[in-house]
């Protein structure tokens, strides 16, 4: 329905390198330096991500195309601004810091920064925007301790930018790496950096890895898909409940249930009135939006606009966000913005 639209919504489960528009990956694949991937991107892009390992292959490829701060810049703002489209009332935009050929891994984060604190200058009654910095599975558990230090760098030399970071992600590609080994790194970065952690879970069947991440209480996860009943009831009897991050379109498209009549988290953690956040996931490689995604919630469970604004309003409760005044602000905006005209 077209009110989907203008509902305020919350995005917690964006990356930046997968929401980057296909038009902008098209376009920025016609520099000529580019010309050595050309071929690969676009027999990738030409079919549509079917699996997740395809996705896994488009991610390096998304990540040459944006090699210098110039690019990542221009991406950030063009990521922000179609959020912004959506009715996004508040954003928690994720990224993994990675050196580059003209960017080392702190120059990368720090122009994210920069780009989102830019953003939000130049709309004072805009999207509010923070940033989670995620640790990949599939890199050494070394890069991951490096990262951990550069947010700390951060927050220490440049607290304007540093606060932005309300978070960390642990994503990365679930066939490879294991939550075990980097899970002590994610530990002190909740306890010494006091950043709360989202964790992608259950893309594919590992119930002891869940059982694992489960026992480490995140503050959130994602996806929470793949999982035998064992893990799903645990999940759902876990006290204080986990919020879960939802994002549909992915998970159909990457062939993680089959309908979404068949989604764990629809069929047995909405009805309970699990805290849970629709969000997009790579809205620009699985050419999806906000609105998409909550949408293809309403295809196949019907609700009514007032509603589907307090879910998206409930959202607000799982952000990281800690400053208060920000939220009472957001939350004012979004109660506003509700009510149909
Ligand atoms: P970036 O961190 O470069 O901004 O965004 C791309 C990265 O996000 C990928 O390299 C991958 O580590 C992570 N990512 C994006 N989508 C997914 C997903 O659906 N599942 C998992 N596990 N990781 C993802």
Redesign the pocket.
Known sequence: PQWVKVIPKVELHA?????VRLRTIRKLLQKPENVSILQDAESLLEGGIKS?EQ??RL??I??QLIPDSETLRMVVQDVLNDFAEENTAYIEL???P?DSRNMSAEEYLKTVLQGVSEYMSAHPTGMVCRVLV?I???QSTEVARDIAHIVERIRTLRPDLGGLIVGFDF????NRGQWEDFEPILRKVRTELGLPITV?FA?VLNDKECMQILNFKPERI??AVIMSDLVLERLMKQEPPIGVEV?LT?NML?NSVSHLTEHPVLNHLLPGNHPICICT??AGIFDTSLSEEYGQLLRYFPMSRDDTARLAMGALDLAFCEDENVMATVRKRMMKAMKPP
Not at 171 to 174: K, L, R
């Open positions: 990356h930046l390198s997968g929401s997740l996705g896994f991610f390096p998304i990540h994720r990224t993994t990675r995620s990949c599975r599939h994503s990365g590609n679930p992608h893309e994602g996806h994002c992915s990457t996931d790579d």
